[in-house]
Structure formats: structure tokens, C-alpha cells
């Protein structure tokens, strides 16, 4: 069973007991975290995809740790006019381990409003008449 989830604003395809690195959410070390955007599901087969996301479907997750991912080197230079920039860059992250993939019975749609017939007269069209075709003549 897999899901397809929005993380802090990026998507994830997750399984149970899967460890995953997103960007830093606020929850403390060791906490439970429970991510409701659910877009696809898959259980042995069974697709089920949300519109845009699943009802009653969810992702619990525990928080391991907060850390700083790799240094990432920003470099910027125009040639032959002596500029150079150099910048670096670590972003923070959240390791979280997927606990469980939850989905309760879709609450039933609200009743559907009555469709109302409007009763159309039928309208003839004039028909268009199509122009004679020119007439070859021969000459000798």
C-alpha cells in the first residue's frame, strides 16, 4: 500500500514504515504528525485517486529529527567583465518514518438538486440554397 501525499508543499510518494526528508516542519522531535492532502492511494491494486484530495484519507508520520541538509555552492559570473559572486546554501530539514496509512469510509455526497426539464420548441432553420454551378462551355 502506497500514497501520494503533499508535505510542506511538495508531494511524496509514501509507504509504511518509509523514512523521508521535507523541509523543516515546526512539530518538536518525537512527535506524531498527521498530513490529511492525500491525492492518490493504492491498496494491491486498488487505485483511488481524490479530486483534488481524498476524503477521510490520511498519513500519520513520527518526527526523528531536525537537521540541515548538504552545502549547496551558488556561484554567478559574467564573463570577461570581472564579476564573481559566490554564495552557499543549506536547507533545513525534517526526517520523518511513515507509521501508517489510514483511509475511513467517504462520508455519502449531499443530496443532488432536482434537475429541472425546460421544455424547447423546436425551431426550424431556414435552409440555405446553394448557388448553381457554373455552366464550361466549349469553344473551338
Known sequence: MYAIVEIAGQQFKVSKDLKVYVHRLTNEEGTKVSFDKVYLLDDNGTITIGAPAI??????????????????????????????????????????????????????????KEVVEVATEEVETPKVKKAPKAKIEETE
Do not use: C, M
Not at 62 to 76: A, E, P, S, T
Open 55 to 112: 476524503e477521510g484519507a490520511s498519513v500519520e508520520a513520527k518526527v526523528l529529527q531536525h537537521l540541515k541538509g548538504d552545502k549547496v555552492i551558488v556561484f554567478k559570473k559574467k564573463r570577461r567583465k570581472g564579476y564573481k559572486k559566490r554564495n552557499g546554501h543549506r536547507q533545513y530539514l525534517t526526517q520523518i518514518v511513515i507509521e501508517g496509512i489510514s483511509v475511513s469510509a467517504p462520508k455519502k455526497a449531499a443530496a443532488k
